[in-house]
């Protein structure tokens, strides 16, 4: 057996288990590495503690690394509430990375999912804390073993939330951006370099604090040190996002999540590699579905007036309904949500986002205008924008066939494929109940495309 095939062997994952539907895959690296840690602590702590420090160092030993994984699971099982899918938990060495392969449909998704792991690290500090000043003998080992533990968690906390790719903060930071921007930016060159900058730097830190704090000093060195080795431990390459810009011509990347990119590959051997994207598909298969105009319960003669110039088409004389309705009642919801949909169908996306934007300001409640605006959005090329809306559509309702459907063709040009075909599945449910053939059929056409 050559060398080369041993440390193939040693270093291949092997699935250990699963946690909530999710592959929890490791290798022998993690083993020896708790091993080997767990001893140095051990010495580092006998030298303070020449009593117990053995058993200080090797509890500490195996508790960091869980701690580490417990911040990672907590990730999945909010990625996997919002049914985002998740390819597996993979644990190497000492660190441990949760391959989240969906997109967000909403920022808060994105916040929600990222900050999870600083906050279980957060409410572990202060359940430790809370323990530890309770009235009990743990003895001398534990009692010095749950303050370093603690130690370790609210720093593991405060790190993970430095505003930097791959880190938690960096994602935090970008959904930010998605809530106020209405716009989702993909990653640029620069972020590549985000896991040197922050590891970097940490262990600039670890160093100078380790002389007065010794313990202090070590956890954000060993954080440092893992954040810099993990484009090589669990991508397979010092710039993984590098090699993507060059294959794709230094064009901006896709939106990457916990560190792997949705536009790649996971290999059985837990490393990422990236492959070409699959054939694209023609926007005229996956048009969206307008909205209903809205009616009122007793309509005055100039909005009804406006709603038959609409149903039949005469859609600049329905505007000029709308417009003297408008001028003689600025607030009134239904009659701008209808001229935005009248300005929509007439080309005028920005007329009609206008008008959809203004009817949002007066009412916030009317899952319709969400709708309009979701098919503005996608009418302007902007899918996540769309997906957005029809989001917040089914938040307000949650069986509305219509707000799937659309947004499944939205996914679909934004290149979620996975999300896309859910959707649409869900849409063909609420339509079959209603037995609308002629959108089950639509559904039916465009999963054959999707699924091929």
Known sequence: MTIQRFLQILIRPRQIGSIAGVPLKADITCVVSILVWSLYLARLSQELHPSFGRWVGMIVGVAIPISIFIHEVSRVLTAKHYQIPVQGIFCRGLGTVAQV??????????LEVYFAGSLVNFILYAVLNLVSTLPINFGGALLVSLHHIKEFNFVLAIFSLVPLFPLDGGYIFKGLRWEWTRKQDPLALQDVYGAYIAGGGAIALGMIWSGSQPFLGIWILYLGIMTCLRPLLFDGAFLPLASAFQAQGRRPLATVTSGVSSSAAHPANGIARFKTAKPSIRPVDFSYLDAEFL????PDHQFQQG????????LQ???????QLLTEDPQNVAALHNRGNAHLQL?????????????????????EIYLGKGNVHFALGDFQGAIMEYSEVLKQAPDDARAYFNRAS?????????????????AHILYTATADQTHTCKIDRRLQILTA
């Open 307 to 314: 709603i038959e110039a609409t149903l039949e088409m005469r």
């Open 317 to 323: 004389t329905a505007i000029a309904a709308f417009d």
């Open 295 to 298: 009616s009122v319960t007793s």
């Open 101 to 110: 392969e969906g997109e967000f449909s909403h920022p808060l998704q994105m």
């Open 410 to 426: 939205a996914q679909v040009l934004n290149g979620n494929r996975k999300s896309a075909i859910a959707d649409y599945q869900q």
């Open 347 to 367: 080309g005028n996306k920005q007329a009609a986002l206008s008008d959809f934007q203004a009817a949002l300001h007066l009412n916030t409640d009317m899952p």
